[in-house]
């Protein structure tokens, strides 16, 4: 068995991707490869922790499922064991125990596509209390630095009079408007990470209600494009996202969201997410402007 920093991994593998999770911990993906390669797409984290009221939070890089909106220290409920792995064909199943504290017990599901480089997760929250909570699913994939971030935007009027506005997009308290990694364009607002960070550098976040249903992270000629489907007339969490992107001077992370759920006691919410991975820019979802953008 492999291991991710002395934690024990298990890896699902085919002719296009090799993804590595933790066999004790999470539900965590920790290493992502395309066939070939030796360069772990994930940033690595392995001493990035925080301390809660129920112990050390490791964010360890890759990806991680958490329910929104965010609290201390609901949130950062450590996630070291327990975890149950159920294999299935080209897949397998990641099952929590019940967090202390909140009562929901979370599942990821992830299956590799046998065409392309390409993978399906499948995020849902239980609701193993005795109360009800209102949550939503929190999908959040977390980067090695040196690459761009690609937000694309809507376009054009969405009234004949073209009165109205057309997007919107919500900044947290630490976020400035003169971060010199950001640049907003028609196309695609686009975090650039490929700028040296220093230990004082300002972290930054940004989120938006994303009609386009994609976000994506240009690094190293390969291109990797998160999708998740818009329920258009469900409410999101914080002022109406449904993706968002954080970056500091360790990692960034593209984030998904689902739409705010009252959940009653023995009831689920799911959420699912499809990766795209493109050793090019020859991506169907990225128009030629925002390949210029790019180049």
Same mark, same amino acid.
């Given at each position: ?21 933790? &066999? ?5 993906? %920790? ?10 797409? /994930?940033?690595?984290?392995?001493? /990035?922790? !925080? ?18 909106? =965010? ?12 975890? @149950? ?23 990821? =599901? @992830? ?24 949550? &939503? %699913?929190?999908? !959040?994939?977390? /980067?090695?630095?040196? *690459? !761009? ?7 054009? &009027?969405?009234? +004949? ?17 003169? $971060?010199?990694?950001?640049?907003? $364009?028609?196309? &695609?607002?686009? !975090? ?29 000629? @390969? ?14 969490? $914080? *002022? ?10 360790? /990692? ?6 689902? +739409? ?27 128009? $030629? ?7």
């Amino acid at each position: 068995m492999s291991d991710f920093y002395r934690l024990p991994t298990n890896h699902l593998e085919n002719r296009f991707l090799r993804l590595e999770y933790l &066999a004790q911990a999470g539900p965590r993906l %920790v290493r992502l490869f395309l066939a070939g390669s030796h360069e772990n797409l /994930f940033a690595e984290l392995p001493k /990035f922790v !925080i301390d809660t009221p129920y112990g050390e939070f490791y964010f360890r890089g890759g990806h991680r499922l958490w329910h929104s909106p =965010e609290g201390m220290p609901r949130t950062y409920i450590p996630d070291n064991e327990g975890l @149950v792995v159920e294999e299935l064909a080209n897949g397998v199943r990641l099952s929590q125990p019940v967090e202390a504290g909140t009562g929901i017990q979370k599942t990821l =599901e @992830v299956h590799l596509h046998d065409d392309r480089p390409a993978l399906t997760l499948q995020h849902t929250l239980t609701n193993q209390a005795l109360w009800p909570v209102e949550l &939503a %699913v929190w999908a !959040i994939t977390q /980067f090695a630095l040196g *690459g !761009i971030v690609i937000l694309p935007q809507k376009q054009g &009027a969405v009234d +004949a009079a073209g009165l109205l506005p057309n997007r919107q997009l919500v900044l947290w308290s630490y976020t400035r408007w003169n $971060d010199p990694r950001l640049r907003l $364009d028609e196309a &695609a607002i686009l !975090i650039d990470t490929r700028r040296e960070a220093s230990p004082l550098t300002q972290p930054f976040k940004v989120g938006y209600h994303n009609p386009h249903e994609w976000i994506g992270y240009w690094r190293k000629g @390969v291109l990797f494009v998160k999708q998740a489907a818009l329920l258009a007339v469900e409410r999101y969490p $914080d *002022g109406g996202c449904n993706s968002e992107c954080y970056c500091n001077n360790q /990692f960034v992370e593209l984030e998904s969201l689902g +739409a705010l759920t009252r959940l009653e006691p023995g009831e689920k919410v799911e959420h699912s997410e499809t990766w795209e991975l493109y050793p090019s820019l020859e991506a169907p979802v990225i128009s $030629d402007e925002i390949r210029r953008l790019l180049s």
